[in-house]
């Protein structure tokens, strides 16, 4: 491909405005200092024309029976193409039409036949993904794309992952140093952008068969793994015995047992044991707590198959809580497998859990939200949550929460404020049904206290529960995927 054409076009596009620098918002919600959009060449014949034949030299292979440009802007760039190299092109609506024939691809094919896919610019390819997924499900054989600009954020990666060959007119650094060389923009634009890209170049892609790939490596949304596959996915043992044991015991339910007896607390483990994949505690509630509570706790967790989760919510440094968790009264390492713990310290209170735990099978959880009314758990805070969650696979477990923070599969998300019959309480607490927990706010584990608890028979309506979000969870995983979303055409 002649350099100076390049050059030359690139200069045309920046006079269109075809590419801008500022503060820009993509599709995705990513903040941009520059914005590419070929959408005005439509005014521009001549350089849409030269954008055609550049993208045309560029194609990897010079066997291909059809063109198919990805919805808008790649269409008109694919009619030049076909007019100019007489090759019958397709077009693919982006939703089918609710009336006539309701076909999503227009044009005429056949199966095996070769597709070149067209498109003007990519971010995590997920726009050109979705076009060749409803071709090859046609029977074409799709394996190459070009491109005019490559953004570099991980969008060819993960097309390759897929199977799809991509070639790019050139990459943003290029079309940046042509822009820098002219005199267009600023060395203050040029590395800002150059910033941008070398801490932008993360993205994924989802497909139909609820995988994703994240820069060219398969990942599967947490949402639509099945516990059973997730047993062999996560990094920490105890995550993993969670897992087995929910999908044997077909429970995703974790009673909250806040009472405030001994007796009461063995009477409810016995009663509703048979339906919980753990049994959640406050033993600070408790007015006669005792290493034998403790060893009769241990006892029904081994006949009923469930695990132990203390509610400390740990939140101090890490010296702290190191010896809050390993001594005390109440000895929390010795018993409980998982332990929720706050954010809010930082790495310390990790360590600090750890270097208590010294070796022990243990967990924690890390409080990302709350579902109490005025929670000060801000987005960030959620983040930093994520982060740290990611830093430790190997003692966080996962989080609390009431959203989908996360959607690595190897993360259990806890949720609790569940209830069929309240709204809250008087002080504050908000619940959720069962199902929205599971389906609307992405929980892996529901939290439920009174509503069980105080219900007339525990037994039976923590059955009821049980079924409840079992069955929201089974129709979670059976869920198509929301349609993936990139910037594009
Ligand atoms: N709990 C919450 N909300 C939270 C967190 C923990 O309710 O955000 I973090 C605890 C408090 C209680 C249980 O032990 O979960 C919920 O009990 P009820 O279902 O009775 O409201």
């Not at 914005?35 to 550049?54: C, G, N, Q, W």
């Not at 570099?152 to 990459?171: E, F, K, M, Y």
């Not at 822009?179 to 801490?199: A, D, M, N, P, Q």
């Not at 190997?394 to 569940?418: A, E, H, K």
Request: proline share 2%; hydrophobic share 40%.
């Amino acid at each position: 491909m002649d350099e100076a054409f390049v050059e030359q076009c690139v200069l045309d596009l920046y006079k269109i405005e075809a590419i801008k620098f500022g503060s820009f918002t993509l599709k995705s919600g990513m903040q941009s200092p520059f914005y590419f959009d070929l959408r005005t060449v439509v005014s521009h014949p001549k350089i849409m024309e030269t954008v055609a034949k550049l993208l045309w030299a560029a194609r990897p292979s010079s066997t291909y029976d059809l063109v198919c440009g990805v919805a808008y802007t790649g269409l008109p760039i694919a009619a030049i193409m076909s007019l100019r190299e007489d090759i019958p092109m397709l077009i693919r609506r982006k939703e089918t039409k609710g009336y006539g024939t309701k076909k999503l691809v227009e044009g005429s094919y056949t199966k095996g036949q070769r597709c070149l896919m067209v498109e003007d610019v990519i971010v995590s390819g997920s726009s050109v993904y979705e076009t060749v997924e409803t071709l090859r499900e046609l029977g074409l054989e799709v394996k190459d794309a070009v491109v005019f600009l490559d953004r570099q954020q991980g969008g060819a990666a993960n097309l390759n992952a897929t199977g799809i060959n991509v070639v790019s007119v050139l990459g943003i650094i290029k079309l940046m140093s042509i822009l820098y060389k002219h005199g267009c923009i600023t060395s203050e634009v040029l590395e800002s952008v150059k910033e941008f890209v070398s801490t932008h170049n993360e993205t994924s892609i989802k497909t139909k068969d609820k995988a994703s790939y994240k820069n060219g490596v398969l990942v599967k949304d947490r949402k639509h793994c099945t516990y059973e596959s997730r047993v062999t996915t996560t990094d920490h043992p105890l995550a993993s015995t969670l897992f087995e044991l929910m999908s044997t015991k077909k429970t995703n339910l974790c009673v909250a047992a806040d009472v405030t007896t001994s007796q009461e607390l063995l009477a409810l483990a016995d009663k509703v044991g048979a339906h919980i994949c753990l049994l959640k505690t406050h033993v600070d509630i408790l007015q006669d707590f005792s290493q034998d509570t403790i060893d009769k706790l241990k006892a029904l967790a081994e006949k009923h198959n469930f695990l132990l989760f203390e509610d400390r919510k740990f939140g101090d440094i890490g010296n702290t809580v190191a010896q809050q968790y390993g001594g005390g009264s109440h000895n929390i390492v010795e018993w409980a497998h998982l332990v929720t713990a706050h954010g809010l310290p930082g790495d310390g209170i990790i360590k600090g859990l750890m270097s208590a735990a010294n070796g022990r099978t243990r967990g924690c959880v890390l409080v990302a939200q709350m579902s109490s009314e005025g929670t000060l758990t801000s987005q960030e805070y959620v983040q930093g949550c994520t982060k740290m969650a990611e830093k430790h696979t190997y003692f966080v477990v996962g989080m609390v929460s009431q959203s989908n923070v996360s959607s690595d599969p190897r993360f259990i998300l806890f949720t609790p404020g569940v209830q069929l019959k309240k709204a809250g309480d008087t002080l504050g607490q908000q619940y959720v049904t069962p199902k929205a927990a599971v389906l609307e706010r992405g929980a892996d584990v529901i939290i439920v206290g009174r509503g069980i608890t105080q219900a007339e028979d525990p037994a039976a309506a923590a059955l009821i529960y049980k079924e409840e979000g079992y069955a929201a969870y089974l129709e979670r995983i059976e869920q198509k995927l929301e349609n993936p979303s990139a910037v594009g055409s």
